[in-house]
């Protein structure tokens, strides 16, 4: 570590801060100087882009010049061709808003702001506009000039003038995350800690893999990351997908099995502590990952007809064992590599996925129709004030209702937060009139402009910097910077900036009251809409009968457990309980590798297999709380039955896992499988 490193990371708010406010100055230099019409533009546009880590920052501004640019193309379509029609001229801006909000919503990742800016671009360029059509390009032109030149003041100032690399943030959480797993590992397979402890343990897991996999789709646009680093994470991130279900599934395993059964199996117990010290242990004190995998196949047994259930999730759970060694021993490589800097392909991997790593998001097209509409509704009721009223500054009202609904949409409850924007731009609105009215009069240099500029604005930056305050000082830095309105010359006027003003607020207050009737559901809902979706993505997963990538499904049913985790309290007591053991994700794993298993399988099992299959599929449409039906059980243990018979002895194994899982996953407090008959029957 460098020395000046404990400095830098001390003092990281402030530096950020100035940062900002120096690439927001130089920003308004030029655009003075370059006499765009609008220079302020590109002084607020710094303080929308920047983000304290450059990574982040790159891609920000990246999205947001194509989405600017897409946004001034529509603006130019829209505005000469339909100005003597007001009426349907808001009616395709309002539509088009609705699209574009639409996309993000369903997008979630940071690439959605390419959408959502297309959107409201229209909107801030448009409506102002109206009055003057026929300056309509060179309107479009000079607002691109300027939000690109905001863009590049940000993006310059941030990768030169002490960077924040996002590659080394990305790794420090992953390797958290990875030591974090072990401990949990080694809780497990040594059944230490409480039941609720390791649950507690698995739901932060989860949710510190969202928030990763957010933080690392920026590394591609962090000039300061080393190529490996990146190829080396997003190896990584696919692991980690992989490793929790494992681990969830292990300790679901050794609860079937119960103290007795381990006690009588020394060897397994013993093991399961070999294991765990092997896990947990320093890297260069550990055994071989071979050794390790070459116990677990000593105790593995063959399966046959006569297998009882005790020696089928013993089976079971060696897999599994077999799964968190070679996951295990893949993180241990890959971050020994990312340390070094070595390649990737340097590395001799155990666990390999299927069809890729491509990460899988959860989408919720009903939500995002919702919230598309609500948006659409607002600019029209603005559009309809505005043309009613004829009042000359209105155009404010639909411009800002547009920028509200689409900045909190994917939100909870939007109408919260977008009141809340509502009360901070009235804060900015007075601080704006205090420098147009009190300081800027006598001001005549840019040099004492900037002075005074700076302490609300460093201010800024510093809740920008902070996740807590962050929503704060952005809608305080973008409203004070574009009311403020520099200019080269002063010709502030009370009564334009008041009508402007109130036209800004009513635009937001429109926004809430509508935001409130299109989306009054809330975090209860939308949990409700997640665990829905979960059950009817097992149905599908049921009713298919290819492979299917295991990482990919990993991938969206984590996504929404990470979104389920934050609403978890509203959640019934049943499903909370499904949620915090992985239930619907290990069902899944298991009806994948079923799948999997049926191409080895002789026809007469698969026949067995498809129909307890189908059963399942009907099952999970149909989930609406509560348990499955007695039914389902009766036909995996036919399923069972049939499977310890099939003579191919590794697609049989497999389909035995799968079953298994799934048994236990629906089930688990059945009693114990009976191989004699196929029936369940009290242990």
């Known amino acids: 570590m460098r020395a000046e490193e404990p400095f830098l990371v001390r003092h990281a708010d402030l530096i950020f801060a100035l940062k900002t406010f120096a690439a927001s100055m130089l920003a308004l230099v030029i655009a003075l100087a370059m006499d765009l ?47 003597d029609a007001p009426e349907l001229l808001c009616l395709a801006i309002a539509l088009w808003v609705g699209l574009c909000l639409y996309l993000s919503l369903l997008d979630g990742t940071p690439r959605s702001y390419v959408f959502m800016l297309a959107g409201y671009t229209v909107a801030l360029i448009g409506f102002p506009s109206v009055s003057e059509p026929g300056n ?12 690109s030149l905001g863009i590049i003041c940000a993006s310059l100032v941030s990768t030169i003038i002490f960077p924040r690399s996002i590659a080394p943030a990305v790794a420090g959480r992953i390797d958290a995350w990875l ?4 401990r949990l590992s080694r809780a497990v397979l040594l059944r230490e800690g409480t039941t609720e402890t390791r649950r507690a343990r698995r739901l932060q897991l989860a949710t510190d893999i969202v928030e990763i996999d957010t933080l690392s789709t920026h590394l591609a646009y962090d000039r300061l990351s080393d190529s490996n680093a990146v190829s080396g994470l997003s190896e990584i991130r696919l692991r980690m997908l992989m490793l929790l279900p494992v681990i969830a599934s292990l300790e679901d395993r050794l609860a079937a099995l119960g103290e007795e059964a381990l006690r009588r199996q020394p060897e397994l117990k013993r093991l399961l502590e070999d294991l765990a010290q092997w896990i947990a242990g320093d890297v260069n004190a550990r055994k071989p990952a071979d050794q390790i995998r070459a116990t ?6 063959t399966l046959d007809g006569g297998a009882s259930w005790e020696r089928i999730i013993t089976t079971s759970l060696l897999l599994r064992l077999r799964e968190l060694v070679d996951l295990s021993r893949d993180c241990r490589a890959l971050s020994e590599a990312i340390a070094e800097s070595r390649s990737i392909s340097t ?33 029209l009721i603005c559009c309809a004030f505005w043309i009613g009223t004829g009042w000359p500054d209105g155009a404010s009202a639909p411009m800002m209702a547009a920028v509200a609904c689409s900045f909190f949409a994917a939100q909870d409850e939007p109408a919260r937060f977008i009141r809340s924007f509502g009360l901070w731009s009235l804060v900015a609105i007075v601080v704006v009139a205090i420098y147009l009215f009190a300081l800027v009069p006598a001001i005549s240099h840019i040099e004492v402009l900037i002075f005074a500029l700076a302490p609300t604005f460093l201010l800024y930056g510093l809740l920008i910097a902070r996740p807590a305050t962050a929503g704060t000082g952005m809608a305080l830095a973008a409203n004070t910077a574009t009311l403020l309105a520099l200019q080269s010359t002063y010709n502030a006027d009370f009564a334009s900036y008041a009508n402007s003003a109130v036209a800004f607020f009513v635009g937001v207050v429109i926004a809430e009251l509508v935001t409130r009737i299109a989306r009054g559901v809330g975090a209860e809902w939308i949990a409700n809409r997640l665990v829905l979706s979960n059950w009817k993505t097992l149905a599908v997963a049921a009713e298919r009968r290819g492979k299917r990538d295991r990482a990919e499904f990993a991938g969206l049913m984590l996504h929404r457990l990470g979104l389920l ?26 009806i994948i590798d079923l799948r999997r298993a049926r191409y080895g399988l002789a026809a007469t099992t698969i026949h067995v297999i498809d129909d307890m299959l189908d059963q399942l599929a009907i099952a999970c449409r149909r989930y609406a709380g509560g348990g499955m039906p007695f039914e389902l059980l009766t036909s995996i243990d036919l399923a069972l039955a049939r499977a310890v018979k099939d003579p191919n002895d590794r697609a049989r194994e497999d389909a035995l896992i799968g079953l298994v899982g799934i048994r236990r996953g629906l089930f688990p407090d059945a009693p114990a499988y009976r191989p004699s008959s196929g029936k369940s029957v009290a242990a």
Not at 136 to 147: G, K, M, N, P, Q
């Open 37 to 83: 019409p609008r220079p302020y533009w590109a002084m607020a546009t710094v303080y929308i882009t920047s983000q304290p880590l450059a990574g982040a920052t790159s891609s920000k501004a990246f999205f947001r010049v194509m989405g600017t640019l897409v946004g001034a193309t529509m603006t130019v379509a829209l505005v000469p061709n339909l100005i």
């Open 136 to 147: 309509i390009f060179d309107t479009a032109v000079a607002r691109l000039e300027e939000i």
């Open 296 to 301: 677990i196949a000593e105790r593995q047994a």
């Open 565 to 590: 985790v934050q609403r978890i309290a509203f959640l019934s007591e049943s499903d909370r309980r499904d949620a915090d053991s992985l239930v619907q994700l290990r069902i899944g794993l298991n």
């Open 179 to 182: 030591s974090d797993a072990r």
């Open 347 to 379: 590395v001799d991997l155990a666990f390999h996925s299927e069809a890729g790593a491509a990460p899988v998001r959860h989408r919720d097209r009903g939500l995002a129709l919702w919230s598309a509409a609500g948006a659409a509704i607002a600019i």
